[in-house]
């Protein structure tokens, strides 16, 4: 992913709230299916860390982008936006 395309995808997540917070239990697969499905539908998602989450954000980041095929647009705080192009009807257009 390129800069630019990044960009594009932070302006967009910026107006959205998160749709899913990991608190104390961490990342179960019962999380990452469901995060799973959401990228397939909405393609680019916000999620929160609670504060009783002792795990490091950036890992938690980084180990639910591995584990849904996604990537990583960026961790502010406890909060972080992954972006997976779904496989039929894509909704986001990055620029080239």
Known sequence: MTSK?????????????PIFQIGKSGLTPEITEAVSEALEAR???KLAVLKNCMDDIPAIA???????????????GRRFVLYR???EKK???LPR
């Open 5 to 17: 395309q990044r960009a594009y995808l932070k302006s967009l997540a910026m107006v959205m709230d």
């Open 43 to 45: 393609e680019l998602i």
């Open 62 to 76: 980084s180990t639910l982008a591995e584990r849904t095929h996604s990537e990583v647009v960026q961790v502010i």
């Open 85 to 87: 192009p779904a496989k």
């Open 91 to 93: 909704k986001i257009m």
